[in-house]
């Protein structure tokens, strides 16, 4: 094996590391609330970004790194849950609108400062530059990845 694929595969695997250990933390302030980090997610785009008239799964999908199957899956465990309402969209039937509840969004602001409380931990051991490093890094490493054509796999 060569020095430059070791070098590769270490800024994937430390990549995929953090993540995990951020997920596992991450999830433990949503547990209590019966929602994962991706439901959360979701909340939060129906939340913030829809329109007045609703936001479609796949409008969804392209705000997040989650593939529609899963996006299909996760709303419609929301939808049971109460927190999200669909209904057809007037102009095309192929798709639904999805808009958030009082009960879901009541949800969501609950859960934030304890959310807020959590990234704060998850990155007080770094200082500021090297968190404007780590942005910098994955933000330019998003993109290049993104103008090759990579894409979330389902």
């Given at each position: 094996m060569t020095k430059t694929l070791k070098l590769?595969?270490?800024c994937i695997y430390s990549i995929v590391g953090a993540y995990n250990l951020l997920?596992?933390?991450?999830?433990?302030?949503?547990?209590?609330y019966n929602i994962s980090v991706s439901k959360?997610?979701?909340?939060?785009?129906?939340?913030?970004k829809a329109p007045k008239e609703g936001i479609s799964q796949i409008d969804i999908?392209?705000?997040l790194?989650?593939?529609?199957?899963?996006?299909?899956k996760i709303t419609n465990k929301l939808y049971e849950q109460?927190?999200?309402?669909?209904?057809?969209?007037?102009?095309?039937?192929?798709?639904?609108?999805?808009?958030?509840?009082?009960?879901?969004?009541?949800?969501?602001?609950?859960?934030?400062?304890?959310y807020l409380k959590a990234v704060e931990n998850l990155t007080k051991n770094?200082?500021?530059?090297?968190?404007?490093?780590?942005?910098?890094?994955?933000?330019?490493w998003t993109e290049s990845?993104?103008?090759k054509g990579l894409k979330e796999i389902d």
């Open positions: 590769e595969q270490e997920l596992k933390n991450l999830e433990k302030v949503f547990k209590p959360f997610n979701i909340l939060m785009v129906i939340k913030h999908g392209s705000k790194i989650v593939g529609e199957a899963n996006i299909a109460c927190y999200i309402t669909r209904k057809t969209n007037p102009n095309d039937r192929r798709y639904n609108l999805l808009k958030i509840t009082k009960k879901g969004s009541d949800l969501l602001d609950e859960i934030w400062p304890k770094l200082k500021k530059d090297e968190k404007d490093i780590l942005i910098k890094i994955t933000k330019n990845l993104k103008k």
